[in-house]
């Protein structure tokens, strides 16, 4: 088999392990970068894999609507498209098609939608979502999946599961390309009665791996970590466990810490683009007064091309000038930052120190308070009339 | 002497020659990338060395109003700031005072401008001006001088020529630091006994180099060039020639032929970020239908980063998706292209077969309309209102 997981050590539920894929083996925990549009923005995909990735995400829903899956498909695949020889796991693009579509309508059969680029009509199946993948050629592919939002009452979330279920199945089903290890999406919301019952027909059907969809869309963090710990305690232990669109670094440390391998999220190279940069004590804005004339890096003692060759101040200068460079320099020191958390943790699991570097992050880090990104990003939804229009009709 | 000029050969008007600067030697004729702000927009220095590069271009306007001299000198000068161990030249900020700020009152002691960032007001002096450039630390400085525009008056290009004089005069004994070659710009607009007399009185007082400013500003094409000639060819030739804000391939291969050894210009880079690309054939929009699905690189058999390792379909999906990847790779392959005809320049001059390549250059080479261009620009400065408010007063 070309795809394959190995689970290496555990330490107090953090789990360290290898995920194998035709393009490499990917150490675990990992973090994989995004690049939705077949690019992790700002940066070559030698930088990416300078920093130490082994691993990115690409989404099948913006890739079909730009450049369109023939067009990827004739430049060679993915990996050829962008010149990307490590691996690949590509998004299903179900959570787009909730979250950025105008328009998303479902059924039994599958989800009509608007481009959110220039308002044309697509209809999404979960066998043309297998189908899409497939000739996109990433290493690891997504089921077809219906989201929930936070705000949604016990019955729709379990509607939506259902569906989610029954796709799932259908999934399985159409998948034949045997270099694609696919994974399957738990769903269930918040309620641990749903999500018990998402995990048990999921594993049931035998994914390659399983997904913790619907989370961190809205819910306070203490739930988020609850359905988490929860819903990975009852996968598996010999299959990869993959939480996503989760990537901030006291995140990811706790998602660890509840048994999660895989991590993918824009936060890192979003935030970075803004002008916030990742610390042990906490994120940084680069344009504060206090890094004007700072000849020192923003993190002395970093390994990053960014920490090692420019001086806080010019980087300061680089950002109030809106200067490209600005962007990539502050994505290489982002995702350096996560990369090297990643290494430790897994360091520590391997040494069974995994707590006390858990207790370190903490005795330094502050986090940003995510509860106000939370409810901005949810206002912002709200603002587009998104779950709104969504209904389950048809059978 | 730490700087110093050598011609080495020249061929039907052409000069191969080396610069020799504190930061490393520059063969000639040579282009130099264009970074106003202290960085070569959407690259790192190691990119532009990589391209092949030994001396780039900065500015003193800019760099003043941010991040300001005295920030940049706290961070080791400009070199350091950067990170860039070739050579720099750094524009005195004369053209950028009378073409970007929105107010510029010129006297006989200096000239008042107001910031085009935050609208304060400034002074500026020739002996400023040399002063701001020894603390930005470059190799090549120039004198602060006063432009014209094209449709100004014989009296006031006169006037404005008169004035760079003084000023040049001033600059020379305000020049201390013997690190820098100083390099005069010779004015005239496009009147041949103006010019002469600047090229006269310049010479007399003995500069390391000499630029030919207020050209490429709205006159015709033709112009430019008869003007270019007229002037280099009463220029001494054992000083450098530096043709100021001219940097198109075929402007690049009509002033080499004219006796000009250094150019600078941001058009490559910024019409890379617009999405034309340079080829043999001319500038390509990369948004053009005929790329869309294209496997190949925009040039075939381009050796830069760019074509080398993405197809022009991909990079066309780059620039269609506003990813940041598109400016970057584009911005090489202009640079690249460039850097590769002074290459080919230069070789032909050494070998004697300049006309040859000026030949062959022109049987494939179909312009960019740049009277189009230029009209836009001088549209551009005339809604501004700039060039109109601008009179000599005071002595």
């Known amino acids: 088999m070309k795809n394959d997981f190995r689970l290496i050590k555990t330490c107090e539920g953090a789990r360290a392990g290898e995920l194998i894929t035709p393009h490499g083996t990917v150490p675990t925990p990992a973090f994989m970068p995004v690049g939705s549009q077949g690019t992790v923005k700002a940066l070559t995909p030698e930088e990416v894999k300078d920093i130490g990735y082994s691993m990115i995400l690409a989404n099948t829903y913006h890739l079909y609507l730009r450049p369109g899956i023939d067009v990827a498909e004739g430049l060679g695949g993915l990996h050829k498209m962008m010149a990307w020889d490590g691996a690949i796991l590509t998004d299903s693009g179900g959570y787009q098609v909730f979250s950025l579509a105008p328009l998303c309508k479902i059924s039994e059969e599958g989800v009509t939608f608007r481009s959110h680029i220039d308002g044309s009509e697509h209809f999404l199946t979960p066998e043309l979502a297998i189908d899409y993948q497939a000739r996109l050629g990433a290493d690891i592919i997504m089921v077809l999946d219906v989201c929930s939002a936070y705000d949604d009452s016990f019955e729709k979330v379990q509607q939506s599961m259902e569906l989610t279920h029954r796709w799932a199945e259908r999934c399985r089903k159409a998948h034949k390309n045997q270099n694609q290890a696919l994974f399957a999406i738990v769903q269930g919301g918040v309620f641990p009665e749903l999500r018990q019952r998402s995990v048990e027909f999921l594993t049931a059907l035998d994914f390659d791996g399983y997904a913790l ?73 680069i344009r504060n007064a206090t890094f004007s004339r700072m000849e020192q890096p923003i993190v002395a003692d970093c390994g990053c091309y960014t920490c090692r060759t420019f001086s806080a101040a010019y980087l300061q200068h680089l950002f109030k000038s809106g200067e490209l460079l600005a962007y990539r320099l502050a994505t290489i020191h982002n995702l350096y930052f996560i990369h090297n958390l990643m290494e430790k943790i897994r360091v520590a699991i391997t040494d069974g120190t995994f707590s006390r570097l858990r207790e370190e992050f903490w005795s330094r880090y502050e986090p940003t308070d995510e509860q106000v990104r939370v409810s901005q990003k949810q206002k912002w939804l709200k603002s587009k009339g998104r779950r709104l229009d969504i209904g389950i009709s048809g059978n």
């Open 213 to 285: 969809g619907g989370l961190s869309v809205g819910e306070p963090k203490k739930l988020t970590l609850e359905t988490v710990a929860q819903t990975a305690a009852q996968l598996p232990g010999e299959k990869p466990r993959y939480l996503m669109g989760v990537g901030s670094p006291e995140d990811i440390i706790e998602g660890v810490a509840r048994g999660i391998d895989i991590f993918d999220s824009a936060l890192p190279t979003r935030v970075a683009r803004n002008g916030a940069l990742f610390t042990r004590e906490g994120r940084r804005n």
